[in-house]
């Protein structure tokens, strides 16, 4: 199996060039890389070319240390190690493993073919090969690219367990690897199942912890139905976080899809979980108001999803939210807008989606207390003024709910009366979502929140009387044009859960109400 006589070490041998095919990742986009080793010339040099970041040109020692600590002969002469395409930007330590393959075939200590074979991975020292990130949507791009067989780190077997109609093989060590080509030892594929190997089941809260605030809990059954984002206004204590934290166990389930999208950024920003095949709970992040505004947007030489990406497809909680630096908030209006998000670096420019559905809490004055029935404000109207204009009106209004939470007074929290349990609220945003899945079928948008002004003028049409209200709202308000596609929308999902194919006077009040509140606080600090 092993070649130990070839005489790779000695003066004067003649050497070849060998090829073989990679995978690599620029941003969310998984492309073929082809590995080409040339071994020529008596004077030892090893080059890598291609666009190397610091992690590919540090592959020279890794590659070295592990051919002659798997038993094989390293080419102590003139190496040239080229990865293709040249104008893209080459990073991490992913290209170890073809890089070994390529010189031990263009040494001839290989002889197996290697056609239509991909290979990724970091090595050790020792010759294992270890995990890497982004394996998911590498394997995804080798099927497209009509590759059979990927050899992968054994470490990330389990994100191989998604992807069908390729042979994929999990690799402990390069001698395991080599035995399996030669045909000493076959590796046994990973096989194709899309059953329990989901991430480890987070704690779930539940609704029936929480005692009143029911205006509040409609609203976020409202959010969760619709995918709209959410403002909740309130006094210290009064639930807002406590409400929040519930939000997991109301969201609708995900789809394949929606799983494939968001395991593939997880993957990627190497958050995916070990032994994890698919995320098939919607992300919930919650953010530190301390976070920059690269860790809110993604950042990084070659930029890495930030928080917004990593909450893709689920919910991110931004509590204290005038907290938050004046330019981490701003950032939050294109990807809430778009559904993407773009970062642009030296490297090139990365985009990432962003389809989440932002809920973010605050007090109404910086002492926490305006409006408090019992507890006087201490702020003076320039301090309140201020606390309230560093959430800027153009994210307001991007924001489709607002809610005021009162606190909760003795008799609710004595009560003993049951409160609604997430279950049976799930149950109604579950079969709000299914209509509205059949509604958008084959059209790429997922949820009522996400319509383009096309649809909404097309599925968002309400009833004369409704339409009549709607219009004495939009005088009377003087609503934005974008307040008017929300309001349409929200009206929309609260017909969803009402089960009903018109929009009525009812969807339309309800929907109303949920843009009314910066009224309150904003236009009366000004």
């Not at 059954?221 to 409400?243: F, R």
């Not at 209004?397 to 939470?405: P, T």
């Not at 219009?471 to 859960?497: E, H, Q």
Request: overall charge neutral; hydrophobic content about 40%; charged content about 20%.
């Amino acid at each position: 199996m092993m070649n130990k006589d070839n005489n790779c070490g000695t003066k004067g041998a003649i050497f070849m060039f060998a090829g073989v095919t990679s995978l690599g990742i620029f941003g969310l986009e998984a492309y073929v890389v082809e590995t080409e080793a040339n071994i020529n010339g008596e004077k030892f040099r090893f080059d890598v070319v291609g666009l190397p970041d610091t992690a590919v040109n540090e592959a020279r020692e890794r590659v070295e240390a592990a051919i002659k600590n798997s038993g094989f002969s390293f080419p102590y002469h003139h190496i040239t190690v080229n990865l293709a395409p040249a104008d893209k930007r080459k990073e991490g330590p992913v290209y170890d493993l073809p890089i070994l393959i390529a010189l031990l075939k263009a040494g001839k200590q290989l002889h197996a073919s290697v056609e239509g074979c991909a290979f990724i991975g970091e090595l050790s020292l020792g010759g294992e090969v270890r995990g890497v990130k982004g394996v998911l949507p590498m394997l995804l791009a080798a099927r497209d690219a009509g590759i059979k067989h990927v050899y992968i780190p054994f470490a990330n077997a389990a994100e191989a367990k998604v992807v069908n109609q390729i042979n994929v093989y999990p690799v402990k060590t390069v001698k395991q690897l080599i035995m399996h080509l030669e045909g000493e030892a076959p590796i046994a594929p990973v096989a194709f199942s899309l059953e329990h190997h989901a991430a480890p089941a987070r704690e779930i809260l539940d609704f029936a912890d929480v005692k009143g605030q029911a205006a509040a809990k409609r609203a976020l059954e409202v959010a969760a139905a619709g995918g709209h984002n959410c403002l909740m206004i309130g006094p210290p204590g009064a639930g807002k976080s406590m409400l929040a934290k519930r939000l997991p166990s109301i969201l609708p389930d995900m789809t394949f899809e929606e799983s494939i999208e968001t395991t593939k950024i997880y993957s990627i920003a190497g958050r995916l979980p070990v032994g994890c095949s698919l995320i098939t709970e919607r992300p919930f992040r919650a953010p530190h108001h301390s976070v920059s505004s690269a860790g809110l947007a993604g950042g990084g030489s070659v930029p890495k999803p930030g928080e917004i990406s990593l909450s893709h497809n689920g919910v991110l909680f931004m509590d204290e939210l005038p907290e938050f630096s004046r330019h981490a908030m701003e950032i939050l209006r294109q990807p809430l807008e778009d559904g993407k998000i773009s970062i642009s670096r030296a490297a090139g420019t990365v985009t990432y989606p962003s389809a989440v559905m932002l809920v973010a809490a605050m007090n109404p004055c910086p002492c926490g207390y305006f409006g408090h029935p019992t507890i006087e404000c201490t702020c003076s109207a320039g301090a309140s003024a201020r606390y309230l204009s560093r959430v800027s009106g153009p994210l307001l209004d991007r924001i489709d709910i607002h809610v005021e939470l009162s606190s909760v007074n003795y008799a609710q929290l004595t009560s003993d009366t049951p409160e609604e349990s997430s279950a049976d609220i799930k149950k109604r945003v579950n079969a709000a979502r299914k209509r509205q899945a059949a509604r958008f079928a084959g059209t790429g948008v997922t949820c009522n929140a996400h319509m383009p002004p096309a649809m909404t003028k097309q599925y968002c049409v309400p009833e004369p009387a409704a339409e009549a209200m709607l219009k004495n709202v939009f005088d009377n308000m003087g609503l934005s044009a974008r307040a008017y596609d929300k309001i349409l929308r929200l009206a929309r999902t609260v017909a969803d859960l009402d089960g009903s194919e018109t929009i009525a006077v009812a969807h339309i009040a309800e929907a109303v109400q949920y843009r009314s509140l910066d009224r309150k606080f904003w236009h009366s600090a000004h």
